[in-house]
C-alpha cells in the first residue's frame, strides 16, 4: 500500500493535499488514529506527504484515498 494515503481538505485550497501512513498502518487505522488525534496527529501542525506542515484546525476534511 505504498500508494495509500488519507486526502485532506485544506481552509484556503482548491486541491486536497496528502498525508502519507504511518509504516505498519492500515489505512482504517491511520483514520481512526488521525480523528482521535492519537501519535502523530495529537500535535498542532500536522505534517502532509509533501513534507509542509499545517495546523490540525485548518483541515476541513478527511477522507480514505485509494
Given at each position: 500500500?505504498a500508494?495509500a494515503y488519507l486526502a485532506?481538505?485544506?481552509?484556503?485550497?482548491?486541491?486536497?493535499e496528502?498525508?502519507?501512513l504511518?509504516?505498519?498502518e492500515?489505512?482504517?487505522?491511520e483514520?481512526?488514529?488521525?480523528?482521535d488525534?492519537k501519535?502523530?496527529?495529537?500535535k498542532m501542525?500536522i505534517?502532509?506527504?509533501?513534507?509542509?506542515y499545517?495546523?490540525?484546525?485548518?483541515?476541513?476534511?478527511v477522507?480514505?484515498?485509494?
Amino acid at each position: 500500500m505504498a500508494d495509500a494515503y488519507l486526502a485532506v481538505r485544506i481552509s484556503g485550497r482548491e486541491q486536497p493535499e496528502k498525508i502519507a501512513l504511518t509504516d505498519g498502518e492500515s489505512l482504517q487505522d491511520e483514520l481512526v488514529r488521525f480523528l482521535d488525534r492519537k501519535g502523530p496527529y495529537a500535535k498542532m501542525w500536522i505534517r502532509l506527504a509533501s513534507g509542509e506542515y499545517v495546523r490540525y484546525d485548518a483541515i476541513e476534511s478527511v477522507a480514505l484515498a485509494p
